[in-house]
């Protein structure tokens, strides 16, 4: 077993050494919910997204947030390597109680726990994969992340039975969604996906998807569609954070369509990898922390500018110095640019002055 860092409870410890204890409820009863987010070159992919999906489950469950959003991410951080592609497992149980007992114990702390690992680029992905169908035997708030998972894993491991990758989900002769992943399909050109509800889990690799093809053109829907419209349909897809976008080449031993990737999967994929890709960009900075940084903002002339920009700065950064900074008047006398030297930590704290700075409104411009 790789014994790599994994966080528990307020601790970063070696995976052999995390231990929960027997009572916990997320052991007896299945009683907690969780999340698993993609980390590209140490980049969390949608996480805001991520965690208002643990903030739904959690209100699902009644269960309260111990972490707010920043503390989730001081948490993960230490976690990611900026060398390869991740994915954190996040879960978070009601706690280890006195006693097993079904109703909610009194003031007992959640229990959580968090670990990444490596994703391995899933074989299927180019050459799609088969799978199957099944009625969906499972509870009734699939939106809800919970790590009580039974039912999902007694459907994907028929079909692992079968020699397919995934099992696709009928209630009452209409697709839901994949053992654990989202489904979609082409049919008469239109790239369809069951509505969110309380069958299905809102995939956040699903809402990208269809954003994606809103932004290029591709015509969605996400309206309910019967299972016997499956046969009609020129490409079926299955989608998770883990997997990213697979085709489904063949379903119930019947190929899809001429039984490799179509058209639509090879551009959604392709723009899928190009977004991904421009978000690491995007987010990529050319500077190594820490750094002495000048901070510019520029503003009319006649009032104390100097005054109000080290006001701001110094709430990132309290401890710069009144002679680190300068003023300079434009050439007609009717603006001042500020510049404050600091000593800079982070891409996240230049963010944040630079959105301060912004804001005010006696701010014209901030570089
Ligand atoms: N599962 N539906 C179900 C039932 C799932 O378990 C998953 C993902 C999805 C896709 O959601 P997303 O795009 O946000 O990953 C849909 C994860 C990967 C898992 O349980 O490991």
Redesign the pocket.
Known sequence: MENKTVYLNGQYLPLNEAKVSVLDRGFLFGDGI?E?IPSYSGHLFHFQD?LQ?LENSLAGIRLANPHTREQWQEIVSPLLDRNVDQ?I?LQITRGVASKRDHAFPDNVPATVFVMCSNIVPFAGLNRGVKAISMDDTRWKF?NV?AIT?LG?ILHRQAAVDQGCAEALLVKDGYLI??????VFAVIDGVLCTPPKGND???????DVILDLARKNNIPCSEDNIPFSALQEASEIWV?????EIIPVVELDSKMVFDGIPGPVWQAMNQIFQAYKQSLIMSEQTFFEFPCEFPVKAMGKAGMELDLLVIEIVRRHVPDVKDDAVTSRPSKDGNFIAITVIIEASSKKQLDAIYQDLTDHPDILMAL
């Not at 969604?177 to 989202?182: F, L, P, W, Y």
């Open positions: 969780y698993v991520h999906r994915y497992y699939c992340k998972l999902n969604e994949g053992a654990a992943s989202n299905i889990l809102p995939g956040i690799t699903r989608t998770s954070s883990t997997r």
